[in-house]
């Protein structure tokens, strides 16, 4: 005696998509298993992939367009200042950084003693701080630092170099009262006077001077007399003790030339990797 057979059972696929036509020839059981798997008509799934389509190359143009936000807008002066730097023979020269308190020049050697004269000030120890890091960054090799007796001058030097182990010669040349009285004398012997700082420079490293910003007729470069809070400038020295300019760079610029340098340095490694 043959067992009556079983019609097939029809087999549901898991992720079947199920049309409002399908639904209304399915009986209740199969009501339920749409339910359970959900509707999706398909006019949904054809706008969701128009949307994926048309913000596709807009996030595309996006990334093509947008630049590398370690690419700063000073990358070409970034690129020709620091060969310079590590080759040495220049001389940087740096007015003291914010400053807060006021000059008493009534006091005698005033500018010798932080009480009497301006100090650096919390955000001039940042602003040094931001500078000392970046010329590590950088490896810039330091040859000589001189400074002015001036206290924000003294501390300006003292919070660049940030180590204790290179020595800020302190020079009387470049104090204020100093140079004020021989510019009264002959101001062509205060601007030889003040130039031969920047003469005395090391083949193999940088020199480092901390002033103030110097009177025009006795500066040896016109930048000298211009330098505002947290600025400084690089020079070489020509034949004929000639002073060229190379750049002139604020404490936030130089923090932006040593994190684009390291980026481009890490670049450049990855692809030699590759």
Known sequence: MHKPMRPPLKVLRPL??????????????????????????????????ALM????????????????????????????????????????????????????????DWWKHCPFSKAVSEQGMHEAATVSRAISTLNIPIGLVRSSELCSALSTATF???????????????????????FDRNEQIVRALVAAHFTAGWKDSITILSGFQLP???????????????????????????????????WRQWEQMAEYIKYRALNASRTKKK
Do not use: C, W
């Open 16 to 49: 079947r998509f199920f049309s409002l036509r399908d639904i209304a020839k399915n009986n209740v059981a199969k009501n339920n298993t749409a339910k359970k798997y959900g509707v999706f008509p398909p006019v949904f799934l054809i706008l969701a992939l």
């Open 53 to 108: 389509l048309r913000s596709y190359p807009i996030q595309a143009a996006d990334r093509v367009s947008k630049p590398s936000p370690q690419m700063p807008s000073l990358a070409v002066l970034y690129d020709a200042i620091a060969p310079q730097l590590y080759a040495g023979n220049l001389t940087v020269y740096f007015v003291p950084f914010h400053t807060q308190g006021e000059d008493q020049i009534d006091t005698p």
């Open 160 to 182: 660049v170099v940030g180590n204790p182990a290179i020595t800020v010669y302190v020079t009387p040349d470049l104090n204020p009262v100093e140079i004020q009285k021989l």
């Open 216 to 250: 025009p007729l006795a500066a040896p470069h016109p930048v000298l007399s211009d330098l505002q809070n947290g600025e400084s400038a690089i020079f070489r020295t020509l034949p004929g003790a000639q002073l060229e300019l190379v750049a002139r760079l604020n």
